[in-house]
Structures are given as structure tokens and as C-alpha cells.
């Protein structure tokens, strides 16, 4: 009886082992399975911005959209179906993200070389991370072994995906909401760095914000007016939109971030310092940028037996 009863504490210590194992990512997840896999996401993403700069920004930010609305599960990139609305038209995403093309792409790709392995979650945090590299900005170990979700949350990302307009309170708030830090808020926001913005997403600052440098406010009201031309870019970083470095931050000191929630980070005493170290070390906000990355991805990823591998990104192999 005594050997029996260990043997079954024995049996249970190694199921809950073997769940804590095959819930953790791991940088060779598709060693195996997969071992082409980060050459065919990179080659994509290379010959994506060979043709438009600005994808880059758009790939990063899907990753970002991805996993604020219930964890790295590729549920921003769903159509809408019989059973649910997907996130693709909640306000923050609504005729703003962009790049799902190329995530088509690089799933065709790999359905062809190693079907029904690698996820298209995976592909947003490997995309992400090529992006931000072959513009100019740093690289990191993206942890993989996520699976793809069955649904997507409309709601959810109305509420949790920091609006353009957000406070500081706002933002820290979102962001304590996925576990991450102040200082994660901070680093990430860097990614602004890179990309452009639509006139209605800035429009506020520019006619309605008193902490905006006043000559950087009249030299965008003549391309954003109050009304009309919502959809004209600006460049998140005005000197170098195409290029991933810190001058995102020394922006912020002189009052000229194109959107009121990055304003936001230099109004905050307590971000403050944090942003004069980004501005002054381009090295210790590369590093911490690449930390908060993989902090971000680590989202209440989907592993094990949960979700499925979509076998094409934007439905799900279940029948609605």
C-alpha cells in the first residue's frame, strides 16, 4: 500500500512537472520542427521592408496590439466570422493596423516547409523582432512555443489597448494590467521610434495640449486642420520615422511627441528620469527595450494542448 501511495505522488510530481515544462517558451522550440522557421520569417520581413520602411512599425505593432488583448495568442489577426467580431475593427485597430499581408505570406511559407508547426503567434513576436533589428534597433532571443487562440475579444480591445489620447494614469494602468512594470512602460513606448501616426490620432494635441512645444504644434496644423485630412501621416519621431534609435525621447524633452500619451511619459516625475537616461544611452534603452520584449510576449501565451496551430492566420481551422 506505502509503495503504491508513492508511487502515485510519484505519477502526480511528474505530470505537474511535465505541464510546467511544456508550458514554458524556449528560444529552440522549433529546432526540431522546425528549423527553418526564423530564416523564412526573416527573409519575409527583410523583403517586406525592402518594398515599404513602414512595415516594420506596423509588424512591431501588431505583436504590441496582439498581446494586450488576452495574452500572445495571434487573436488580432481573425476576421470576423458567424460566431464573433474580431479585433481588427476596435477603435485602436480600426483602419490603423496594418501588415497582415505579409503575416500571410510568411504562413504560406511555412505551411509549405513544415506544416501545421509554427504558430502565428510565434510569427508576430518573430516579425517584431526582425523589424525592430533590420531597422537599426536591437535584437533579442524571442522565446517561442506559442499557440494560436480559436476567438477573438472586440471588447477587450477597446478597453485595454492604450489610446492615443491616454494619461499617465491610464497607461500605467493598462500596463500593470498584463504584469508589466513602469519601467516597461517607458522602454516599450520607445517603439514610437519608428512609424507614423494619422492626423486624427494627433489632432487633439496639436489644437488642445498647452505641454507641446508651440512651433511643432503650427507646423502640424497646416497639413492636420480641424477638420478633414484624418488620414495624413506624421512621423512618431519627426527627425527619423524609418529608423529604430532614442530619439523618440529627446523629442519628449523639448515637448515634441506627436501624441499626447507620449507626452505623457515626460510629464510623469516619477517616468521623468527614465526618459533622460533612454535619451542620453541609446545602449540602456536598447536593453531595456529588448527586456521588456520578451517580458511582453510572455503574456498568458496559449501552450500545451490550449488553442490550435492556425493553418492560416486570419481563421480558425474550427468551423465557426
Not at 502515485?8 to 512537472?17: A, D, G, K
Amino acid at each position: 500500500m506505502a509503495a503504491l501511495f508513492n508511487l502515485q505522488i510519484i505519477c502526480t510530481f511528474l505530470i505537474i512537472f511535465s505541464v510546467t515544462i511544456q508550458a514554458q517558451l524556449s528560444p529552440d522550440y522549433y529546432s526540431y520542427s522546425c528549423p527553418e522557421a526564423l530564416d523564412i520569417v526573416n527573409n519575409v520581413v527583410i523583403e517586406a521592408l525592402t518594398n515599404e520602411t513602414r512595415l516594420g512599425a506596423s509588424l512591431l505593432r501588431l505583436h504590441f496590439h496582439d498581446c494586450f488583448v488576452n495574452g500572445c495568442d495571434a487573436s488580432v489577426l481573425l476576421d470576423d466570422n458567424g460566431t464573433f467580431i474580431g479585433e481588427k475593427t476596435a477603435f485602436p485597430n480600426n483602419n490603423s493596423l496594418r501588415g497582415f499581408h505579409v503575416v500571410d505570406v510568411i504562413k504560406a511559407q511555412l505551411e509549405k516547409a513544415c506544416p501545421n508547426v509554427v504558430s502565428c503567434a510565434d510569427i508576430l513576436a518573430i516579425a517584431a523582432r526582425d523589424s525592430v533589428f533590420h531597422l537599426g534597433g536591437p535584437t533579442w532571443e524571442v522565446q517561442l512555443g506559442r499557440r494560436d487562440s480559436t476567438t477573438a475579444n472586440r471588447t477587450a480591445a477597446n478597453l485595454l489597448i492604450p489610446a492615443p489620447s491616454s494619461n499617465i494614469t491610464v497607461l500605467t494602468s493598462n500596463f500593470a494590467n498584463v504584469g508589466l512594470t513602469f519601467e516597461d512602460l517607458v522602454a516599450l513606448s520607445g517603439a514610437h521610434t519608428i512609424g507614423f501616426a494619422r492626423c486624427a490620432t494627433f489632432r487633439q494635441r496639436i489644437y488642445g495640449d498647452f505641454d507641446i512645444s508651440p512651433s511643432f504644434a503650427e507646423s502640424l496644423r497646416s497639413k492636420c486642420p480641424r477638420e478633414g485630412n484624418d488620414t495624413v501621416l506624421q512621423g512618431l519621431d519627426l527627425k527619423t520615422p524609418s529608423h529604430f534609435d532614442n530619439l523618440y525621447y529627446k523629442n519628449l524633452l523639448v515637448k515634441k511627441g506627436l501624441l499626447h500619451s507620449d507626452q505623457e511619459i515626460y510629464n510623469s516625475n516619477k517616468a521623468d528620469p527614465i526618459v533622460r537616461k533612454f535619451s542620453r544611452d541609446v545602449t540602456k534603452f536598447y536593453n531595456s527595450f529588448s527586456k521588456a520584449m520578451i517580458k511582453m510576449g510572455d503574456i498568458t501565451p496559449l501552450t500545451g494542448t490550449n488553442g490550435e496551430i492556425r493553418r492560416h492566420c486570419r481563421r480558425s481551422n474550427k468551423k465557426p
